[in-house]
């Protein structure tokens, strides 16, 4: 099993439409965790942190699941912006230091 | 503010050849990585720094070497470079106490191909 998981997608929705989607770790010892988005050929940029239960930014949403370790995304009234790809990234165990990423999600939002 | 600045951008190496990836950073921040990112892949780990003279494998090391002798420079060599290690290297560093990590700046990164 991979440490950190991700549907590879891609997710096609449409303008205005709610889309999620999750982020599984093997680590239970895990203690940070992050969203970050990448255009094509970008570096990647941070979207979100979430360290306890969740976190929320405007149309962005971010929940924490210990119990069956996994993070989720949560992008709502998507914009055709928002089409790009967005990892996950998860310290490994305890290690303040080892950030480990998923493989991504594309996210492609349709006019 | 540079940030994380990476260079080359592009280059072109032979089998065979070596060549040192430059990475450095202005926020202070004690923590360094290089990833590498194959196409339509997520990044995997080479190796990271802690702090100045410290430095650990990450999940893919092999035919990688790293050093840290200043806080700033996260230098990232290639011995003999295979095809297999065609791919965009990207740099980060980031700002984190014990315990909690914290998030990663990324630099633009480096697209390098092995002929």
Redesign the interface.
């Known amino acids: 099993r991979k440490e950190?998981e991700?549907d590879p997608g891609p997710f096609n929705v449409p303008e205005g439409a709610t889309v999620a989607f999750n982020c599984t770790y093997s680590n239970s010892a895990s203690?940070?965790f992050?969203w970050y988005r990448q255009d094509c050929?970008?570096?990647?940029?941070?979207l979100m942190?979430v360290?306890s239960s969740g976190n929320e930014d405007g149309r962005f949403t971010a929940q924490l699941n210990r119990a069956s370790q996994y993070i989720s995304l949560l992008i709502r009234d998507s914009k055709l912006s928002d089409s790009a790809t967005y990892?996950c990234?998860v310290?490994r165990g305890s290690s303040?230091?080892?950030?480990?990423?998923?493989?991504?999600t594309r996210l492609s939002i349709r006019p | 503010n540079a940030g994380v600045t990476q260079t080359p951008k592009f280059r072109i190496l032979k089998i065979g050849q070596s060549m040192t990836l430059q990475c450095t950073q202005d926020m202070n921040h004690n923590?360094m990585?290089w990833?590498r990112q194959d196409p339509g892949?997520?990044?995997?780990?080479i190796y990271?720094s802690?702090g100045a003279g410290i430095t650990?494998k990450?999940?893919v090391p092999n035919g990688y070497n790293v050093s840290r002798s200043t806080t700033e420079d996260f230098p990232l060599r290639l011995e003999l470079a295979a095809p297999s290690q065609t791919s965009?290297y990207?740099c980060a560093s980031s700002y984190?106490?014990?315990?909690?990590?914290?998030?990663?700046?990324?630099?633009?990164?480096t697209r390098l191909s092995i002929l």
């Open positions: 950190v991700q203690q940070s992050f050929r970008k570096e990647p940029k941070l942190s360290y990892l990234a310290s303040a230091s080892k950030i480990i990423f998923g493989s991504g | 923590y990585y990833y892949m997520g990044l995997k780990l990271y802690v650990d990450g999940e965009v990207f984190s106490t014990s315990g909690l990590s914290q998030p990663q700046h990324f630099g633009d990164g």
